[in-house]
């Protein structure tokens, strides 16, 4: 769902897991602990369940790249 004032769920959960979960966790946990919190919530009687797919051999940690990006703010 896109709220016409706050924008899509998707990308601002997205955003708030990144600053929460950016030192500890890995991309793929972060997106299974979004797509959890997302098929939790409902509007009306609709839901949203973001569907994800990875080529990754490897865990991608954005601690370094995110923190950059936090303090800038």
Avoid at 15 to 41: N, Q, S, T, V
Avoid at 42 to 57: I, R, W
Wanted: aromatic content about 12%.
């Amino acid at each position: 769902m896109r709220d016409e004032v706050d924008g899509s769920w998707f990308y601002n959960d997205l955003i708030r897991l990144f600053e929460k979960h950016y030192e500890e966790e890995h991309l793929e946990d972060i997106l299974i602990i979004l797509k959890r919190e997302m098929a939790e919530r409902t509007y009306d009687t609709v839901k949203q369940m973001p569907c994800t797919s990875s080529t990754f051999t490897k865990k991608l940690y954005m601690n370094e790249l995110f923190k950059d990006t936090l303090q800038e703010q």
